[in-house]
C-alpha cells in the first residue's frame, strides 16, 4: 500500500469524527427528553463551538510541533476515559454528558489540525 500512514489517519478521523457526534446527538437527546433542558442544551453547543473556534485559532499555530499520530492517540485515550467514567456513573447526569461532549468536540477540532 503506497499511502498507508494516510488511509489509516483518514480511518482514525473518520471514527473520531463520529464518535463526538454520537455524543452530541446523545446529549441533545438527553437533555431534551429527559430533563427538558432546551436552554441549557443551547448553551453547551454555543459553548463548544466557541471553545472549537479559539482552539482552532490558537492550534493554527502550533500544529506543526507535535507528531499527528501522538496527538490522535492522546485524544483518542481522553475520549475514551471520559466515556468509560459516565458508564460507571450509571446516571446521565446532562452537565457531565455535556462537559463530556465539550471535551470531545475540543478534542476533534485538535485533530483536524
Same mark, same amino acid.
Given at each position: 500500500?503506497?499511502?498507508?500512514?494516510?488511509?489509516?489517519?483518514?480511518?482514525?478521523?473518520?471514527?473520531?469524527?463520529?464518535?463526538?457526534?454520537?455524543?452530541?446527538?446523545?446529549?441533545?437527546?438527553?437533555?431534551?427528553?429527559?430533563?427538558?433542558?432546551?436552554?441549557?442544551?443551547?448553551?453547551?453547543?454555543?459553548?463548544?463551538?466557541?471553545?472549537?473556534? =479559539? &482552539?482552532? @485559532?490558537?492550534?493554527? %499555530? +502550533?500544529?506543526?510541533?507535535? #507528531?499527528?499520530?501522538?496527538?490522535? *492517540?492522546?485524544? $483518542?485515550? =481522553? &475520549?475514551? @476515559?471520559?466515556?468509560? %467514567? +459516565?458508564?460507571?456513573?450509571? #446516571?446521565?447526569?446532562?452537565?457531565? *454528558?455535556?462537559? $463530556?461532549? =465539550?471535551?470531545?468536540?475540543?478534542?476533534?477540532?485538535?485533530?483536524?489540525?
Amino acid at each position: 500500500m503506497k499511502h498507508k500512514s494516510f488511509y489509516i489517519y483518514q480511518i482514525a478521523d473518520i471514527i473520531f469524527t463520529s464518535s463526538c457526534r454520537s455524543v452530541g446527538m446523545l446529549l441533545a437527546w438527553v437533555m431534551i427528553n429527559y430533563h427538558s433542558l432546551k436552554v441549557e442544551l443551547g448553551w453547551f453547543i454555543t459553548s463548544s463551538w466557541a471553545i472549537q473556534v =479559539i &482552539t482552532l @485559532i490558537l492550534f493554527s %499555530s +502550533l500544529s506543526e510541533r507535535f #507528531n499527528k499520530k501522538n496527538i490522535i *492517540l492522546l485524544c $483518542v485515550i =481522553i &475520549t475514551s @476515559i471520559s466515556l468509560i %467514567s +459516565l458508564n460507571f456513573d450509571h #446516571n446521565l447526569a446532562p452537565f457531565k *454528558l455535556g462537559a $463530556v461532549y =465539550i471535551v470531545t468536540s475540543l478534542l476533534c477540532i485538535v485533530i483536524h489540525q
